[in-house]
């Protein structure tokens, strides 16, 4: 299993940015999608789950009508589209898949780096 985030970056507040999860190892369309973030001394939060389909994705309320999770599942990645962006939204973003291996395991990429700064 393999995921591979992309798209991270330097953007000023108000900006926007598409973060790009790249998987394989597993059978993509199957299994829903997660993002998440972990900002400097914090805990790492859950950002957005989009659904096997891609027919919904659930949001942080910290997000919610700024961010845009969506996948394809033709090319095996989840994305994350970033709007409106605010230095509180300044974190090393993942995505996560979860998997049954004889038990549920959590599988991680290696994160991208997005600072939202002036």
């Known amino acids: 299993v393999q995921l591979v985030e992309s798209g991270g970056g330097l953007v000023q507040p108000g900006g926007s940015l598409r973060l790009s999860c790249a998987a394989s190892g597993f059978t993509f369309s199957s299994y829903p999608m997660s993002w998440y973030r972990q900002a400097p001394g914090k805990e790492r939060e859950l950002v957005a789950t989009i659904t096997s389909a891609g027919g919904s994705t659930n949001y942080a309320s910290s997000v919610k009508g700024r961010f845009t999770g969506s996948r394809d599942n033709a090319k095996s990645t989840v994305y994350l589209q970033m709007n409106s962006l605010k230095p509180e939204d300044t974190a090393v973003y993942y995505c996560?898949?979860?998997?049954?291996?004889?038990?549920?395991?959590?599988?991680w990429g290696q994160g991208t780096q997005v600072t939202v700064s002036s």
């Open positions: 996560k898949v979860t998997l049954f291996r004889l038990k549920w395991y959590d599988y």
